[in-house]
């Protein structure tokens, strides 16, 4: 195997490309728009889940949120 491919350690790869760099400072101008999506999103997800809770352990919104 291609050492390359090899990791010691779990956790992630904070590298960016310049493609990906670029679409980062594209996105700069509606990042809170992007933000308030995604936190819609895991919302429901939440809510969509929260009658399965005696079979799964989830996430809840925190007061502070």
């Not at 809170?32 to 809770?53: M, P, W």
């Amino acid at each position: 195997m291609d050492i390359r491919f090899q990791f010691e350690r779990i956790g992630f790869s904070s590298k960016m490309n310049e493609i990906e760099a670029a679409v980062g400072l594209g996105n700069l101008e509606i990042s809170d728009e992007i933000f308030k999506n995604k936190r819609k999103n895991l919302l429901t997800l939440i809510d969509r889940f929260r009658k399965f809770g005696q079979y799964l352990y989830a996430i809840t919104e925190e007061p502070y949120g």
